[in-house]
């Protein structure tokens, strides 16, 4: 299953979680305006949340390489050369 289609079950399971417990907590029919209301609040919430999780990083920079912590090494890619790499080690 591709990630998009995880994420896309895992929300529909938690907005229908949501959808009980509001009905429970507030009484309401599942058909209701309210539902509905806090319903869109909890998409927007969450479609919020993959939305800055998929923005891209911008990483640091020293003396024209770029500076990747996360694979420990130094790169530099300028156009028409192979991409530097120096590992921090």
Known sequence: MEDADI????????????AENACKEEELDLTGD????????????????VIEARRPIKLPEF?????????????KAEYGKSIEFISFT
């Open 63 to 75: 003396k024209g390489y770029t500076v990747d912590q996360r694979l420990k090494e130094f790169r």
């Open 34 to 49: 309210g539902v509905i209301l806090h319903l869109g609040q909890s998409f927007m919430l969450s479609l919020k949340h």
């Open 7 to 18: 994420f896309l079950h895992n929300l529909a399971v938690t907005l229908a979680l949501e």
